[in-house]
């Protein structure tokens, strides 16, 4: 075996790995290298895919002590697959696009994640691209949670999909004339923007039910968990506030371009640095 052999046994076995892009290409060679150096056979092929986000590679020997070794050379690129971005190679995490598990960094997320923009003359834009214009809407259609919409225009079986996750989402719920809505509806749609609070968590007046629709975190009750894991309202709001301040998920810079719900004047940061510190030491 010499250097040479086990090049051309690398080139050879990448284009046998199914992947999104070419982010995982230098983490394949190595994982191929240390196949041929751990004693598999290079004139068997080596295949792979990606796989619920991480790097899946397939193999199987007879011999046992092997069989191993390569075990665990896929062990390590498979967790190390989960953190590095798909697309280009740097520091990535896994996240959910759609329904679909990738492994991107921040700025390939945000790219591939949709916002939904309105502009001064009613143009609901996405990706840059324009959808359609509100006054065209003939026909709108929601969940019964009200976190998907379907609208409808007046071209022929043309529809459109929104969803609570994307950024401004409320702001085109509330931008649609209520009598586009089925008559059973508009009272709660109304309802909804009509009864928001504030949330003493992340500021914004987004309330409703409990929940808050901006940050999604529940509001501090007296009852069950909170008062067991918590003692008090003020440990509870803390903790939410670095969570959200930490932005683990990349939520925050997502939605930086929110216009759902206005910001309170009167909103109140709990926690130091010092309890971010701490807090931050129990995480990581």
Known sequence: MNKEEISLFVERNLTNFSVNSTGWEQLIR??????AIAGWNMEHRVFGKEKFGGLRCYTYSEDETLNNKLTIIKD?????????CEICGSEGKMRTIGSWQTTLCLNHFLEQQPVIEIDEKQNVRRDNETLLNIKNIVKADLEYDLQRMWVHTGRQEEVFYFSWQEPNY????????????????????STLFQSLQDCEICGYKAVHQKNCLRCHNEQWNESGYFIEDYGEKSNYIKECQMDIFIDEDDYEKYFTHDRSFEKSPDHQILFSADDLREYEKLLF
């Open 76 to 84: 390590k690129y498979s967790a190390l697959s989960v953190k590095t």
């Open 170 to 189: 409320y702001l085109l719920l509330k931008t649609i004339p209520l009598s586009l809505f089925p008559e059973d509806r508009r009272s709660e749609i």
């Open 30 to 35: 190595k994982l191929l290298f240390e196949f």
